[in-house]
Protein backbone atom coordinates (compact mmCIF):
# COMPACT_ATOMS: atom_id res chain seq x y z
CA UNK A 1 0.00 0.00 0.00
CA UNK A 2 1.33 3.57 -0.97
CA UNK A 3 0.09 6.76 0.21
CA UNK A 4 0.87 10.07 0.74
CA UNK A 5 0.67 12.75 3.41
CA UNK A 6 0.33 15.89 3.31
CA UNK A 7 -0.87 19.37 5.47
CA UNK A 8 -3.74 21.54 4.85
CA UNK A 9 -3.71 25.12 6.29
CA UNK A 10 -6.74 27.18 6.83
CA UNK A 11 -6.75 30.25 8.21
CA UNK A 12 -4.99 28.70 12.14
CA UNK A 13 -6.46 25.01 11.83
CA UNK A 14 -4.09 23.06 10.25
CA UNK A 15 -5.34 19.47 8.86
CA UNK A 16 -3.19 16.32 8.73
CA UNK A 17 -4.07 14.57 5.55
CA UNK A 18 -3.38 10.92 3.96
CA UNK A 19 -3.73 10.84 -0.23
CA UNK A 20 -3.91 7.15 -1.11
CA UNK A 21 -1.58 6.21 -4.25
CA UNK A 22 -4.36 3.29 -5.51
CA UNK A 23 -7.93 3.93 -5.82
CA UNK A 24 -9.06 0.59 -3.78
CA UNK A 25 -7.09 2.65 -0.61
CA UNK A 26 -9.24 5.48 -0.78
CA UNK A 27 -11.19 4.76 2.46
CA UNK A 28 -7.71 5.97 4.35
CA UNK A 29 -8.66 9.63 2.54
CA UNK A 30 -11.23 9.80 5.36
CA UNK A 31 -8.94 9.65 8.27
CA UNK A 32 -7.91 13.84 7.26
CA UNK A 33 -8.81 15.38 9.85
CA UNK A 34 -7.39 18.71 12.23
CA UNK A 35 -7.52 16.70 15.47
CA UNK A 36 -4.72 14.30 15.22
CA UNK A 37 -1.96 14.32 17.61
CA UNK A 38 0.49 11.54 17.77
CA UNK A 39 -0.82 10.31 21.49
CA UNK A 40 -4.23 9.55 19.54
CA UNK A 41 -2.41 7.71 16.88
CA UNK A 42 -0.76 5.33 19.33
CA UNK A 43 -3.89 4.52 20.92
CA UNK A 44 -5.45 3.63 17.59
CA UNK A 45 -2.32 1.39 17.59
CA UNK A 46 -2.46 -0.18 20.28
CA UNK A 47 -6.06 -0.89 19.72
CA UNK A 48 -4.89 -2.86 16.79
CA UNK A 49 -2.68 -4.73 18.16
CA UNK A 50 -4.45 -5.88 21.19
CA UNK A 51 -7.75 -6.96 19.65
CA UNK A 52 -5.38 -9.45 16.84
CA UNK A 53 -6.51 -12.18 18.89
CA UNK A 54 -9.95 -11.11 19.49
CA UNK A 55 -13.36 -12.47 18.47
CA UNK A 56 -15.64 -10.03 16.19
CA UNK A 57 -17.23 -9.65 19.42
CA UNK A 58 -15.16 -8.01 21.68
CA UNK A 59 -12.92 -6.36 18.44
CA UNK A 60 -11.62 -2.90 18.51
CA UNK A 61 -13.77 -0.06 17.14
CA UNK A 62 -13.08 3.26 15.88
CA UNK A 63 -14.88 6.28 14.03
CA UNK A 64 -14.72 9.91 13.13
CA UNK A 65 -17.47 11.48 11.22
CA UNK A 66 -16.30 10.01 7.94
CA UNK A 67 -14.66 6.54 8.21
CA UNK A 68 -15.40 3.46 10.55
CA UNK A 69 -12.89 0.62 11.23
CA UNK A 70 -13.44 -2.48 12.99
CA UNK A 71 -10.36 -5.06 14.26
CA UNK A 72 -10.62 -8.20 15.38
CA UNK A 73 -8.59 -11.95 14.85
CA UNK A 74 -9.91 -11.27 11.14
CA UNK A 75 -8.21 -8.75 9.77
CA UNK A 76 -8.90 -4.84 9.96
CA UNK A 77 -12.11 -3.93 7.94
CA UNK A 78 -13.41 -0.08 6.76
CA UNK A 79 -16.72 1.47 6.33
CA UNK A 80 -16.79 4.98 4.34
CA UNK A 81 -19.17 6.82 6.26
CA UNK A 82 -19.30 9.82 4.45
CA UNK A 83 -20.53 7.44 0.69
CA UNK A 84 -23.06 6.17 3.21
CA UNK A 85 -24.72 9.46 3.16
CA UNK A 86 -24.06 10.15 0.13
CA UNK A 87 -26.74 7.06 -0.62
CA UNK A 88 -23.87 4.59 -2.22
CA UNK A 89 -24.74 1.14 -0.82
CA UNK A 90 -22.32 -1.11 -0.16
CA UNK A 91 -23.26 -5.09 0.00
CA UNK A 92 -19.60 -5.70 2.28
CA UNK A 93 -16.91 -3.24 3.79
CA UNK A 94 -14.93 -0.96 1.71
CA UNK A 95 -11.44 -1.93 2.73
CA UNK A 96 -10.09 -5.41 4.53
CA UNK A 97 -6.90 -4.78 5.57
CA UNK A 98 -3.86 -7.22 7.64
CA UNK A 99 -3.61 -5.78 11.01
CA UNK A 100 0.43 -5.61 10.32
CA UNK A 101 -0.31 -3.31 7.17
CA UNK A 102 -2.92 -0.65 8.72
CA UNK A 103 0.01 -0.60 11.83
CA UNK A 104 2.35 0.29 9.50
CA UNK A 105 0.19 2.81 7.98
CA UNK A 106 -0.23 4.47 11.23
CA UNK A 107 2.96 4.32 12.20
CA UNK A 108 4.14 6.32 9.21
CA UNK A 109 1.49 8.85 9.92
CA UNK A 110 1.98 9.37 13.40
CA UNK A 111 6.00 10.36 12.52
CA UNK A 112 4.24 12.54 9.73
CA UNK A 113 2.00 14.15 12.78
CA UNK A 114 4.76 14.25 14.93
CA UNK A 115 7.53 15.56 12.46
CA UNK A 116 4.84 18.73 11.26
CA UNK A 117 3.57 19.36 14.87
Known sequence: MKYKFYIEVIEDIVTFGIMPEEEKYNVLFRFGDSGWSPQKIQNLIDGVEQSKNKEPDESFDWQNED???????????????????????????????EHDEFIKFLQDFKKFVEENS
Open 67 to 97: VFFRSNKYGVFFVDLMKQRAGEKSKKQDLDL
